[in-house]
């Protein structure tokens, strides 16, 4: 496998003797990782407020729906979104629901995003060392590694993927650790449990950190204890973090997944099939190989949704490709193949990214769902350039490479995939007509984005139902039973939700914009009465 034995070149062998984070190592450490968070809480203040589809769909409605218990009564009430595991948006519902100012939440968020840094020097120390000489190559690998784009784009906003990208890291870290202590394994196996728990698609990182771990036991590297206790903590994690959810979900949806996997577990209640969006999946061989440099061209939908250029993985690749082919004049091919360099943290670390790459193109392709690869492969990039490049310019080199990558991404690209501008206004502020704050009603909301995020402004005994949305619910079947039982129940107190056309004001296009909606509305069996309208305003630059 010479992809993973590109980084091991003529330079000295790291002592694999064990070391703890205490001393000048552990301030190292605490002065990394505070610095991390400066910048992520300022780089979040800059790049603005997450007011992105998301936001209004699911963030706060999923942490609302299970600490109301609307979750029971409410049906697809933020489409397909509905039924993710609410767990990791339970901080941002507290801190949106406290009244806090909006900056002071997205610094929360942002400072909480920016502990990454400290499994990412972990990570760092494991491939260096600890020596005090070594500690600019940590430094420049923690910095190489919070430059990523797609890290940055979420970094301060609700979203759930850099807290799972840091307890990734913090598994990894456990891992490559150099003491094998059991406590570590412990907690790292409970990161990585936790991040499973919080989105399954994590469960591919957690496989290429299984490929690590039975690597280092077959070495001798890892005893089975913690290896067994790693394997505990991780399954225990994610039956405590996800088991209560999973079974409400296949007791009543029989998929304890719902809908993800349908193909696999072939629920009623939705399509079969494997409900994943295909935008960013390969479509040939030739996909796996050309992904690393389309990600660095400026257009968006190469891995990510919006413009997120990163140009990392192409000049890791580069760097790598040079060292190698120079090994390879040198004739030192047979200790490049040789059982002696499987024990390096560094090559281990690319075992990581090599399996998290192909099965994370293999199942969604999507940036944000392999943050922790998007972090790791910065120190790759930096141990990379250290194979060719003297000491003395490693520096300046590396510097160079990260004053290119952030002036080509910054300058033009998205910061966030839609921003509003802080404030000291809470994050959220709903203002809803007195008597949809006093009843309760049935909600049909009408379109794509659900706005499910009014829902906790509203009654809270009401209950919403996205009918029409991204994948309609139909009449028929099991899904449609669920859905006529609540129709029925719900009988002269049901309305619909939907976003206020600026056209509906237009006595000339007013009729055209109702006949749209009753359009859309028809198959329900249900009309709107266009003389019983009631507002919602959602106080943001966003959306009303």
Wanted: net charge positive; glycine share 8%.
């Amino acid at each position: 496998m010479p992809l993973c034995t590109l980084f091991v070149l003529p330079f000295k062998k790291l002592s694999m003797t064990s070391f703890s984070p205490n001393g000048a190592m552990a301030q190292e450490r605490r002065a990394t990782c505070a610095a991390t968070i400066f910048f992520t809480v300022a780089w979040a203040l800059w790049a603005g407020k997450d007011v992105s589809w998301d936001v209004f769909n699911h963030q706060l409605y999923l942490p609302f729906s299970l600490v109301s218990g609307r979750y029971a009564s409410d049906l697809f009430a933020a489409g397909p979104q509905s039924y993710q595991n609410p767990l990791g948006y339970l901080p941002f519902f507290g801190l949106a629901m406290s009244g806090l100012p909006s900056w002071l939440v997205g610094c929360v968020l942002a400072a909480f995003h920016g502990f990454a840094a400290w499994p990412l020097h972990a990570i760092a120390t494991a491939i260096w060392g600890p020596a005090s000489e070594q500690r600019s190559r940590r430094m420049l690998a923690v910095a190489a590694g919070w430059m990523a784009p797609t890290y940055l784009i979420v970094a301060g906003t609700p979203s759930v993927d850099p807290i799972c990208g840091t307890l990734v890291l913090m598994a990894l870290a456990a891992v490559l650790a150099r003491q094998t202590s059991l406590t570590a394994w412990l907690l790292g196996g409970a990161a990585l449990g936790l991040a499973v728990a919080i989105k399954p698609t994590n469960l591919a990182l957690g496989l290429a950190i299984g490929g690590v771990i039975a690597l280092r036991w077959y070495l001798g590297q890892a005893r089975w204890t913690a290896v067994a206790g790693f394997t505990t903590a991780t399954l225990a994690l994610v039956l405590l973090g996800a088991g209560f959810w999973s079974t409400w979900l296949w007791t009543t949806f029989e998929n304890p997944v719902f809908p993800l996997f349908n193909h696999i577990f072939n629920s009623p209640y939705a399509p079969d099939g494997p409900t994943v969006a295909g935008r960013f999946l390969p479509r040939s061989t030739l996909d796996y190989l050309s992904r690393p440099f389309e990600m660095a061209e400026f257009r968006s939908y190469t891995s990510t949704e919006g413009f997120a250029p990163d140009l990392r993985f192409a000049i890791a690749l580069g760097f790598a490709t040079l060292a190698l082919a120079m090994s390879l004049v040198r004739q030192r091919w047979a200790s490049l193949t040789g059982l002696s360099v499987w024990p390096r943290p560094d090559v281990q670390v690319v075992l990581f990214a090599l399996v998290t790459y192909l099965l994370w193109m293999a199942t969604s392709g999507n940036s944000r769902y392999a943050i922790a690869l998007f972090l790791v492969i910065g120190l790759l990039m930096v141990r990379a350039v250290d194979l060719l490049v003297p000491q003395r310019l490693l520096a300046l080199t590396v510097g160079s490479i990260m004053a290119l990558q952030f002036a080509y991404y910054a300058g033009d690209g998205d910061r966030r995939y839609f921003a509003g501008p802080w404030d000291s206004r809470p994050y959220f502020k709903v203002q809803a007509a007195e008597r949809l704050v006093r009843e309760p009603f049935l909600h049909l909301s009408v379109g794509a984005q659900s706005f499910a995020a009014v829902a906790p402004y509203l009654h809270p005994a009401g209950a919403l139902v996205n009918a029409v949305c991204q994948s309609s619910l139909p009449m028929e079947g099991k899904l449609g039973d669920k859905l006529r039982e609540r129709l029925k129940r719900w009988e002269g107190k049901t309305r619909f939700l939907f976003h206020k056309s600026p056209k509906l004001d237009s006595a000339g296009t007013a009729q055209a914009v109702r006949t749209k909606l009753d359009y859309l509305t028809y198959r329900l069996r249900l009309q709107v009465d266009w003389t019983d309208c009631e507002q919602i305003v959602i106080d943001s630059d966003a959306a009303t």
